[in-house]
């Protein structure tokens, strides 16, 4: 069977990391008898630039058409000027796709210890998974605007808790068997709404996985202070920007950090979390690490190829082992070359190698 995946190289430094992720799914894919088709699509500045529009209707319907999604990375200064925001075509994408669902694993490289701004006794061992939801929240709740005053309305419904909820808990399945809910249930009344929905899932479906709620000022300390408890962290839309954000320096740069959006209808959306960077695009020292892992995620969540995502992970694993990245992890390579080890490496892993990415499980 052929698998359609759109690719979004976006702005900036997104074209060089898309083609990273489109290099190693070519270079696995022979390996587990995969049939990959690849279109390109703009989004963002560079679709502003050509189309007027930040998420042109040809982009719309390839997205909505695929298997699954691709995405560089948007936004740059250059579309700072007023007019249409680059990432507003984000928004859109997502909810075209009807991306609910955000998973952020979190791991630190065998190696890498080093590079994390937390002592190595405290950060050694962090793999985590951050399920945060996505499409709900008060980013999308009804808004006033004002000089003098304004308001944002934060809502949630039981369906949509429990949709995010089931994805936690079946990750949670998949690796240790525990999920740590984040709320304000002391002050906020959909954190009140969140925490019961949440607990009558699991004891109604999930009794076998473990549970835990820590209110969300805490959980910024304790992310910090001892990050290798946590398993599955299963947060709100804004509480899980933030933790996620925090989270990600843990592993000691943002460029090794992977992302999945996932959709009910739809193979999702993947991309790395770090931004456009725009003052290094087109000098080969953009971390391509990211946008292999999420290539790594796609193959495992939208196509169900499970052992081909392994392969990948392994792969990256081994490169990091052995010194080969780009200066924010301390090494000397360029992009390329770093794209093209991976893509040396895969074929080669074997079990010993340790899992990097361990966390996309789920």
Known sequence: MNHTIVLLPGDGIGPEVAAAARAVMEAVAPHHGLSLTFESHDIGGCAIDAHGDPFPEATAKACAQADAVFLGAVGGPKWDGGGPRPEAGLLALRKTLGAFANLRPITLFSGLEHLSPLKPERATGTDMLIVRELTGGIYFGEKEEGDEEASDLCRYSRPEVERIARIAFEAARGRKGRVTSVDKANVLATSRLWRNTVVALREAEYPDVELDHVLVDAMAMKLIERPTQFDVILTE????????????????????????????????????????????????????????????????????????????ERAVGACLAEGTGTADVGGSAGTQAVIERVCDKIGETTGSIPLAGAASRG
Do not use: C, W
């Open 237 to 312: 839309n804004m509480f899980g920007d933030i933790l996620s954000d925090e989270a990600s320096v843990i592993a000691g740069s943002i460029g090794l950090a992977p992302s999945a959006s996932l959709s009910q209808t739809h193979g999702g959306l993947y991309e790395p979390i770090h931004g456009s960077a725009p003052d290094i695009a087109g000098q080969g020292k953009a971390n391509p690490v990211g946008a292999i892992l999420s290539a790594a995620m796609l193959l495992r969540h939208a196509l169900d190829a499970g052992d081909a995502a392994t392969q990948i």
